[in-house]
């Protein structure tokens, strides 16, 4: 089924991101600036920038988005489980974990369900004290995993229910790919939504993304791919574009 998106709808669909180590304050004030400017969704960054960007975009409608355990996914539970805690406490609105990809290559499927849902509850929780939806995303580095890894994971977030499930880091060796985002989509069911990150650098990518049922877009190229989009949009004199 296809969707209506203004270029305002478009610019919603983006984590606007910045997760590198060396990353500075300036950095994350043109992080903050850019997804104002373009009225992108949210910032991703990493957890210890979450009150850094809270401060820059207070009193906004730009949600701050925490990584946690970012970008290998190899630290306990309850370290997730803090860090996550920290991160809302700080004043991040979303949050982004990375599954731990040791416990999924050996098949332990209870710690990885158990790693999920202490994480989704936590958000839960913190939608319930806020009165806001704090939305929960679980990365699954794809680029790692065998089609029988994504598929089980797909059935324990259709079980768990966070808010996304989300393909990639970025950080690893490939992104997002449209037969994911497929497979993603097919297989979670109709109450978790799908995110694409990853090598997303062109309008005609992100496109293919959106087609294939993501429903959100995490890219550092967001500012350049919703300039693709404008010009489009004048030279073809759209008010909207169907995908």
């Known amino acids: 089924m296809t969707k209506r998106y203004t270029l305002d709808g478009f610019a919603r669909l983006f984590d606007h991101t910045n997760l590198q180590p060396d990353a500075t304050d300036a950095d994350m004030r043109k992080l903050c600036d850019e997804a104002l400017e373009n009225h992108f969704c949210m910032v991703a960054i990493n957890s210890g920038q979450s009150a850094r960007c809270h401060a820059m975009l207070e009193g906004t409608d730009i949600h701050v988005g925490a990584a946690i355990g970012f970008p290998l996914g190899q630290t306990s539970i309850a370290s997730k489980t803090f860090e996550t805690k920290d991160a809302l406490a700080s004043g991040a609105d979303e949050i982004d974990y990375v599954v731990n990809l040791t416990e999924v290559k050996e098949g332990n499927w209870t710690y990885v369900t158990e790693e999920m849902r202490s994480i989704v509850d936590v ?33 324990i977030a259709r079980e768990v229910e966070p808010t996304f499930v989300k393909t990639s880091t970025g950080f ?39 087609a294939a049922g993501a429903e959100r877009i995490g890219a550092r190229a967001s500012v350049a791919i919703m300039a693709e989009l404008r010009q489009r949009f004048a030279a073809e004199g759209l008010d909207y574009l169907e995908v």
Do not use: H, Y
């Open 123 to 155: 958000c839960r929780e913190e939608t319930e004290r806020r009165g806001v939806l704090v939305p929960s995303k679980v990365i699954f580095e794809n680029c790692l995993l065998t089609q029988d890894e994504k598929l089980k994971l797909c059935e």
């Open 172 to 210: 690893s060796t490939g992104g997002a790919t449209v037969d994911d985002v497929r497979l993603m989509r097919e297989n979670v069911g109709p109450n978790v939504k799908v995110k694409a990150a990853g090598k997303i650098r062109d309008a005609e990518t992100m496109l293919a993304m959106v």
